[in-house]
T-cell receptor, first 116, second 111 residues
Framework: DAGVIQSPRHEVTEMGQEVTLRCKPI?????LFWYRQTMMRGLELLIY????????DSGMPEDRFSAKMPNASFSTLKIQPSEPRDSAVYFC??????????????FGQGTRLTVV | TQLLEQSPQFLSIQEGENLTVYCNSS?????LQWYRQEPGEGPVLLVT?????EVKKLKRLTFQFGDARKDSSLHITAAQPGDTGLYLC???????????FGTGTRLTVIP
């Protein structure tokens, strides 16, 4: 398996533009997580899905952020409009949740977003 | 809300030295995981501890879960340059399946 695949690896955009980050989880995994990592705040959980359904989006910073998971093999994180303070590395992770305990989360290589 | 606090935040040691990293919380976790992250990559799982008081060893790394399942430690014996990286603890609260990460410890092992 190729692992969790994220695209693009790097994104530079101007303030006010829409940004879409993409993630393909590991086949067979039923949980998907979006994280944001910065030096100041560390690795923050933004939202996670179980079986394509958003379970907890309390970590989403504000209404400018939205995430979708239309099927088991694809998810997007959209920022509209983007702001310089959104600059960070965004990670997608997937896992196989049995409903009993959390199992290993497999991470993609991340998308480094720079908003100028 | 940061549920897991790690200390120290930064650690720079000489090759061959021993070190301990701590992960503390006021919350109880059903399990706790340790990950290591290298530059330009996502975190990779090292170990999962589930039972209060549990100790797991992975070569030169020893992981312990506190009796009350609120804290954990990672001890590295005879550190090597290859141990350099960001060490993250992560916990999940029972049934929640939301994996929260600690603040991280950035370790540098100098040859």
């Amino acid at each position: 398996d190729a692992g969790v695949i994220q695209s693009p690896r790097h994104e530079v955009t101007e303030m006010g533009q829409e940004v879409t980050l993409r993630c393909k989880p590991i086949s067979g995994h039923n949980s998907l997580f979006w994280y944001r990592q910065t030096m100041m705040r560390g690795l923050e959980l933004l939202i996670y899905f179980n079986n394509n359904v958003p379970i907890d989006d309390s970590g989403m910073p504000e209404d400018r952020f939205s995430a979708k998971m239309p099927n088991a093999s694809f998810s997007t994180l959209k920022i509209q409009p983007s702001e310089p303070r959104d600059s960070a590395v965004y990670f997608c992770a997937s896992s196989l949740w049995t409903g009993l305990k959390t199992t290993e989360a497999f991470f993609g290589q991340g998308t480094r977003l720079t908003v100028v | 809300t940061q549920l897991l606090e790690q200390s120290p935040q930064f650690l720079s040691i000489q090759e061959g030295e021993n070190l301990t990293v701590y992960c503390n919380s006021s919350s109880v976790f059903s399990s706790l995981q340790w990950y290591r992250q290298e530059p330009g990559e996502g975190p990779v799982l090292l170990v999962t501890v589930v039972t209060g008081g549990e100790v797991k060893k992975l070569k030169r790394l020893t992981f312990q879960f506190g009796d009350a399942r609120k804290d954990s430690s990672l001890h590295i014996t005879a550190a090597q340059p290859g141990d350099t990286g960001l060490y993250l603890c992560a916990g999940d609260q029972t049934g929640a399946n939301n994996l929260f990460f600690g603040t991280g410890t950035r370790l540098t092992v100098i040859p």
